[in-house]
């Protein structure tokens, strides 16, 4: 098919009001500039955004935890089959070892930063 100088004239004359448009809304288009990261600067950026996702779900969790029940007596004579065994600190320590299934809790079900920590772990 053969254009005439006027039809492509018209058509990228469209395009552009199309893509100032698109620009308007804020739907990225082909003709912007493509960022291209390190893969050191990639992983800080995934990594960052981990965290950050893993710290928005804690503070969706802060209501429920202060509700939570008082702590299980820690003067268990052995631990069962399924639990890790704690690492051995003095009585005078004021740490606590605790195994927390988070994919166990209803606000952090489904969310896939927990289930990528979860598969690496």
């Given at each position: 098919m053969v254009r005439?100088?006027?039809?492509?004239r018209r058509l990228l004359k469209e395009q552009q009001a199309a893509?100032?448009?698109?620009?308007?809304?804020?739907?990225?288009?082909?003709?912007?500039?493509?960022i291209v990261l390190s893969k050191?600067?990639?992983q800080a950026l995934i990594d960052s955004s981990v965290q950050r996702g893993i710290k928005e779900e804690m503070a969706a969790l802060a209501p429920s935890l202060s509700q939570a029940p008082s702590p299980v007596?820690?003067?268990v004579d052995s631990p069962s089959e399924d639990e890790e065994q704690a690492?051995?600190?003095?009585?005078?320590?004021?740490?606590?070892?605790?195994k927390v299934d988070f994919g166990a809790v209803?606000?952090?079900?489904?969310?896939?930063h927990i289930k990528e920590w979860e598969q690496k772990w």
């Amino acid at each position: 098919m053969v254009r005439t100088r006027a039809e492509k004239r018209r058509l990228l004359k469209e395009q552009q009001a199309a893509e100032a448009a698109a620009a308007t809304a804020g739907i990225p288009t082909g003709s912007e500039e493509m960022i291209v990261l390190s893969k050191s600067d990639l992983q800080a950026l995934i990594d960052s955004s981990v965290q950050r996702g893993i710290k928005e779900e804690m503070a969706a969790l802060a209501p429920s935890l202060s509700q939570a029940p008082s702590p299980v007596d820690s003067r268990v004579d052995s631990p069962s089959e399924d639990e890790e065994q704690a690492p051995s600190v003095s009585a005078s320590s004021s740490y606590c070892y605790v195994k927390v299934d988070f994919g166990a809790v209803p606000q952090m079900q489904n969310k896939q930063h927990i289930k990528e920590w979860e598969q690496k772990w």
